[in-house]
């Protein structure tokens, strides 16, 4: 049974020798680079090379053959490694078009006759790599790669979904050491009566200040007249709550029944 391959897979299949030729270029431009910069310290040296630099009319000649020989080093590096290839890109462009400016503009296209052949393809070719990137096969790509699935672990942890179910009934705050004593009563109904023991202010019996004054007496007329109607099912009003009377506070402060 033939089997799907994964989507980055098949990316790399099809578009391999890009980056392939990508990284070949960026190879033979770091090393003609390097070998100038070899060739520049070892065999001619840096005291020479600011004297060609002086007689070819370069402006600050020693600062020049120093910030020439900086941008030929690291940019050599950038692109071998492929990495802030833009940047050496633009270096190599810069220091490039002062050489063909001051040095081979006048001298002709051909390198023989010391015209700017070699120059100018290393301008196209480094302008190329700039246009397109270094590549997959390059420090730049997975550098990339570790910070696309940095912040994918990050969106995940604060993409946290919490679930709550509303069961209709008001939730009390929770406390330490406080038990919650609820009498028994159906599920549909939402006004049972909840006493707090430890927690007075959850209490429909509880008074800021005080205590609450005793029941009044039942009369037992009044008991005997409703009582017919109850039993008869006429009048199923729930019986009026006790509401305790205000009497004189006492030294604490919160107090239950």
Do not use: C
Not at 174 to 199: H, I, K, L, N, Y
């Amino acid at each position: 049974m033939p089997r799907t391959l994964p989507a980055q897979v098949r990316d790399w299949a099809e578009n391999w020798y890009r980056d392939v030729l990508i990284l070949v270029a960026r190879v033979l431009v770091s090393v003609v680079m390097l070998a100038h910069v070899w060739q520049t310290f070892v065999q001619t040296g840096f005291a020479s090379t600011t004297v060609v630099f002086a007689n070819f009319g370069i402006p600050i000649a020693i600062a020049a053959t120093a910030f020439t020989l900086v941008v030929e080093l690291t940019g050599s590096l950038l692109l071998l490694f492929g990495v802030m290839v833009r940047w050496a890109a633009a270096g190599f462009v810069f220091v490039m078009s002062g050489a063909v400016w001051f040095v081979h503009a006048k001298n002709g296209i051909f390198v023989k006759d010391g015209g700017w052949e070699l120059v100018g393809m290393i301008i196209a070719v480094v302008l190329g790599i700039a246009a397109f990137g270094p590549g997959r096969l390059s420090l730049s790509h997975v550098a990339a790669g570790w910070r696309a699935r940095a912040e994918a672990r990050r969106a995940e942890r604060r993409s946290v979904v919490v679930t709550v179910h509303d069961t209709g009934r008001p939730a009390a705050p929770a406390m330490a050491g406080a038990t919650v004593s609820a009498t028994t009563a159906p599920a549909a109904d939402a006004d049972a009566t909840t006493e707090a023991r430890g927690f007075p202010m959850l209490s429909e019996t509880f008074v800021p200040m005080g205590r609450p004054a005793p029941r009044p007496a039942a009369d037992p007329a009044a008991a005997q007249h409703d009582a017919p109607r109850s039993a008869a099912g006429s009048d199923d009003r729930e019986p009026a709550r006790y509401v305790p009377a205000w009497t004189e506070p006492e030294p604490h402060l919160f107090s239950s029944r």
